[in-house]
């Protein structure tokens, strides 16, 4: 009970961007579906986009109280709309890649191996 | 609400007792909407087609067909096929319904009779319409079969192609208006009828049909209903649904259909406001008495449901009067002619309120330079800038 | 008992969420089951959002990414989604390096996530009506992209000041740069034209 009336601090988020963060950093790392690469990515920018936000956020308390303010919302919406961009462009190279070899699989895109 | 029955039960009691009334009354409205238009489209459609329609359940009018529906299909079998992937098959219908009850959240059907006063009514509305495309892939993909695998995606481009040109013909009453926050947009429009937006330019005039034009479009109904056609693809994503779960499809469709003839409504038509302002010739408002003030609300929540229920009976004549189009035509429309249209629709409306603020033929005080209305701007220009974070929502009553 | 703080339980909610559903999307191998939780877990990231009171921004998080991005993410997974491809495996090894170093990096994060200053936070103190406290945000965002910063007019330090101006430039510079990020994608995934095998030297 007592984590429930307790107010949430800039901490608490800083840590769900941070295990987000690196959940896409592993999911990256790991899958072998280049689709499953793109979640990854995806799942990094939100991260990210949790500690923007939660940084120029004026109800979380810090003791100085000094945020990013708007700032730290609007950087969020410019990497919002940057990610769209990135997510089209990966979906496009995956796509390409698919209608040339037939999979996806990133661990068989290996012609350029010495 | 909640602040007035917290002052006998602990508050958060009250918010929780409030919130379910109110997602209880927001359920019972799209629930019975729904069952009254499944009625209202089999007699249009049978009147067009000179026939009669349902005249055996319920007296010479057969109104209680939509209970009769309701209990057959409740009572089907409830198969999932063999190929399907289970999960998904059985959640997709839900994500449908939930995606178009959420959005009624933020739609007012009276002054300040809104579940959820939200400064970016428009946009909120806008972005949990947009997730139903959800849906209706994971039916397609989990139903384990290729028709329904096209139907979907075909109905998945459909609708995000047309929340193009529809975010594009919204922009422009808001534009008009401001403010994102459908009260406030609402109550701009009261008076005569020449308040509405749609007699205010006219840009928002033609932007109208563009919206109504995609808004069918969207919610994939007749010309647009490839998809879904019993010609083409038997039924499209739905084809291996059945019984209650169709029905679940079913009413979020027709729900879909009520919320962009609400927002048509509430944008273009005045809201809650009738052609004449009887409230203000009889003195109904909250000065004179509290119940008058509720009398009022009640007269225009009926005005607004008059309004929204005339709107979808159009696009179910629409429906059973217009051949279908094929997908090609269908992006077509979209591409080629919803989006410079509304785009440039967009342009002129936005010169027309430069050039008249308060309107050219019929002067409304709500209008003037679009930028007074905010409490922001307002603020700087009356040089109380320390106080523009003052911030704060109105609570209502 | 203390009165519970609804934004502390909606907050772990949201969060348990959007971490738990993170996780899932990692442990999971197939590829479907895959968008659907990222679909969840971009949700409850609107919901962070919306809590941390940025509102427009919850609201365009839910819009552009989970109904433009993710579409397109789920397009490309039914796209390319045959069966042999719908689960692949990855070797142990490859998780392991990938479980170092993630692992050391989730350190370095939440030791800086834990070193800030009195983090369990002392925060406007919680009345009944605490919405009245949420300013808006969105007419500040609309005018900070047109060059009007009204969130900083306040700011009584003139060599701060100067260095805040709006957000015009970046506005323009994101718009063009999604325009032509849309046409080389366009382009990148056009149906390539097969070459016919041979010439035709039919009868007919």
Redesign the interface.
Known sequence: MNLLTQPVGLTHYLIVGALLFVTGLVCMATKRNAVGVLMGIELVLNGANINFVAFGSKYLGTAHQCTLGLDGQLIALIVIVLAAAEAAVALAIVLSYYNNHITVDVDKADELKG | MA?YL?QYIP??IA?ALIGLIQAGLLLALMLVTVAVFTWVERKVSARIQDRLGPTRRGGRFGWLQPPADGIKLLLKEDLVPKNA?AF?FRIAPYICFCTTLCVFMAIPFADGWVAER???GI??V???A??G??GV??AG?SSGSKWS?FGA?RE?TQV?SY?VPMAMALVVPVMVAGT?DLVTIGNMQAGWFTNWFIFHDPFTFIVFWVYFTCAVASTNRAPFDLPEAESELVAGFMTEYSGFRWAIFFMAEYGSMLVVSCLAVILFFGAWNGPIPVTQFLGLTNDLHPIAGFAANLLGLANCLIKACICMTVIVWVRWSLPRLRIDQVMATCWKYCVPLAAAMLLGAMLWSYAFPAGLLFRNQAFGYASEK????SD?KNGK??R??????Q?WK | MEMINWHTCFFLLFALISCGFAIAIVASSNVVRMAFYLIITLGSVAGLFFLAGADFIGAVQLMVYVGGTLVLLVFGVMLTARSPFVSMRTGGSQWILATIVGGSLLVILLQAAFSVENWSGERIVQTTSAQQQISPTSTKIGLSLIGLRVDQLEQQDETLRAGMSGYLLVFEIISVHLLVVLVGAAYLARAKRRPLKEPSNSKL
């Open positions: 602040e917290s508050y958060w918010y992937d998904f939200l400064n970016t946009f909120f806008l972005a949990i947009g997730l495309v959800f892939v994971m993909y695998l995606m998945a995000i929340e994102m905010s409490d922001v701007m700087i800038v320390a523009a974070e003052k911030g704060g929502r609570t």
